[in-house]
Nanobody, 126 residues
Protein backbone atom coordinates (compact mmCIF):
# COMPACT_ATOMS: atom_id res chain seq x y z
CA UNK A 1 0.00 0.00 0.00
CA UNK A 2 1.04 3.61 -0.51
CA UNK A 3 2.01 5.82 2.40
CA UNK A 4 1.58 9.61 2.12
CA UNK A 5 3.37 12.21 4.25
CA UNK A 6 2.54 15.91 3.93
CA UNK A 7 4.76 18.83 4.82
CA UNK A 8 5.07 22.54 4.17
CA UNK A 9 2.20 23.92 6.20
CA UNK A 10 2.62 26.98 8.36
CA UNK A 11 1.35 30.44 9.21
CA UNK A 12 1.32 33.28 6.70
CA UNK A 13 -0.38 36.62 6.28
CA UNK A 14 -3.10 37.17 3.73
CA UNK A 15 -1.62 37.59 0.27
CA UNK A 16 1.28 35.30 1.08
CA UNK A 17 2.30 31.97 -0.42
CA UNK A 18 3.04 28.46 0.74
CA UNK A 19 4.01 25.24 -1.01
CA UNK A 20 2.74 21.98 0.38
CA UNK A 21 4.45 18.69 -0.39
CA UNK A 22 3.20 15.13 -0.17
CA UNK A 23 5.80 12.37 -0.36
CA UNK A 24 4.53 8.99 -1.50
CA UNK A 25 6.23 5.71 -0.72
CA UNK A 26 5.41 2.04 -0.98
CA UNK A 27 3.44 0.47 -3.80
CA UNK A 28 3.53 2.22 -7.17
CA UNK A 29 0.49 2.65 -9.38
CA UNK A 30 0.34 3.08 -13.14
CA UNK A 31 -3.12 4.66 -13.20
CA UNK A 32 -4.16 6.91 -10.33
CA UNK A 33 -5.22 10.32 -9.20
CA UNK A 34 -3.67 12.34 -6.39
CA UNK A 35 -5.41 15.20 -4.72
CA UNK A 36 -5.40 17.78 -1.97
CA UNK A 37 -8.34 18.20 0.39
CA UNK A 38 -8.82 20.58 3.29
CA UNK A 39 -10.90 20.58 6.42
CA UNK A 40 -11.82 23.05 9.15
CA UNK A 41 -13.41 22.10 12.47
CA UNK A 42 -17.06 21.19 12.11
CA UNK A 43 -16.98 21.08 8.33
CA UNK A 44 -16.69 18.32 5.78
CA UNK A 45 -13.36 17.67 4.12
CA UNK A 46 -13.49 19.40 0.74
CA UNK A 47 -11.59 18.76 -2.45
CA UNK A 48 -9.13 21.50 -3.43
CA UNK A 49 -7.13 20.19 -6.38
CA UNK A 50 -6.36 16.92 -8.10
CA UNK A 51 -3.96 15.64 -10.72
CA UNK A 52 -4.30 12.44 -12.68
CA UNK A 53 -1.53 10.09 -13.74
CA UNK A 54 -1.80 11.64 -17.23
CA UNK A 55 -1.25 15.07 -15.58
CA UNK A 56 -4.76 16.42 -16.19
CA UNK A 57 -5.61 18.78 -13.33
CA UNK A 58 -8.80 19.75 -11.55
CA UNK A 59 -9.46 22.62 -9.14
CA UNK A 60 -12.20 23.74 -6.81
CA UNK A 61 -13.68 27.04 -7.95
CA UNK A 62 -12.53 28.71 -4.74
CA UNK A 63 -8.85 28.17 -5.54
CA UNK A 64 -8.72 28.46 -9.33
CA UNK A 65 -6.08 30.95 -10.40
CA UNK A 66 -4.43 30.93 -6.96
CA UNK A 67 -3.39 27.32 -6.35
CA UNK A 68 -1.39 25.04 -8.64
CA UNK A 69 -1.12 21.29 -8.24
CA UNK A 70 1.84 19.42 -9.70
CA UNK A 71 3.76 16.18 -9.25
CA UNK A 72 7.32 15.00 -9.62
CA UNK A 73 7.23 11.38 -10.75
CA UNK A 74 10.95 10.91 -10.09
CA UNK A 75 10.68 12.09 -6.49
CA UNK A 76 7.21 10.53 -6.04
CA UNK A 77 6.06 13.82 -4.59
CA UNK A 78 2.86 15.82 -4.99
CA UNK A 79 2.88 19.59 -4.56
CA UNK A 80 0.35 22.32 -3.99
CA UNK A 81 1.62 25.83 -4.67
CA UNK A 82 -0.70 28.27 -2.94
CA UNK A 83 -0.51 31.98 -3.73
CA UNK A 84 -2.58 34.99 -2.75
CA UNK A 85 -3.69 33.13 0.34
CA UNK A 86 -6.81 34.32 2.13
CA UNK A 87 -7.96 33.75 5.73
CA UNK A 88 -10.66 31.40 4.41
CA UNK A 89 -7.88 29.10 3.16
CA UNK A 90 -7.03 28.34 6.79
CA UNK A 91 -7.48 24.59 7.27
CA UNK A 92 -5.81 21.25 7.74
CA UNK A 93 -4.67 20.12 4.30
CA UNK A 94 -4.57 16.44 3.41
CA UNK A 95 -3.23 14.67 0.36
CA UNK A 96 -4.84 11.52 -0.93
CA UNK A 97 -4.49 8.96 -3.67
CA UNK A 98 -7.29 7.30 -5.60
CA UNK A 99 -7.40 4.53 -8.16
CA UNK A 100 -7.86 4.17 -11.05
CA UNK A 101 -8.71 7.80 -11.81
CA UNK A 102 -9.97 11.14 -10.49
CA UNK A 103 -13.45 10.10 -11.56
CA UNK A 104 -14.49 13.50 -12.88
CA UNK A 105 -15.99 14.65 -9.60
CA UNK A 106 -15.03 14.90 -5.95
CA UNK A 107 -17.75 12.39 -5.15
CA UNK A 108 -16.18 9.75 -7.38
CA UNK A 109 -12.69 10.66 -6.20
CA UNK A 110 -13.78 9.84 -2.67
CA UNK A 111 -15.26 6.55 -3.87
CA UNK A 112 -11.94 5.62 -5.51
CA UNK A 113 -9.85 7.00 -2.66
CA UNK A 114 -7.46 4.52 -1.05
CA UNK A 115 -5.11 6.38 1.25
CA UNK A 116 -5.06 9.67 3.18
CA UNK A 117 -2.01 11.45 4.50
CA UNK A 118 -1.90 12.68 8.09
CA UNK A 119 -2.39 16.35 7.20
CA UNK A 120 -0.48 19.61 7.46
CA UNK A 121 -1.92 22.76 8.96
CA UNK A 122 -2.19 26.07 7.11
CA UNK A 123 -3.11 29.27 8.94
CA UNK A 124 -3.66 32.53 7.08
CA UNK A 125 -4.02 35.66 9.18
CA UNK A 126 -5.75 38.83 7.95
Amino acid sequence: QVQLVESGGGSVQAGGSLRLSCAASGETYSSYCMGWFRQTPGKEREGVAAIASDSNTYYADSVKGRFTISKDNVKNTLYLQMTNLMPEDTAMYYCAIARPSCGGSWTLFRRYLEVWGQGTEVTVSP
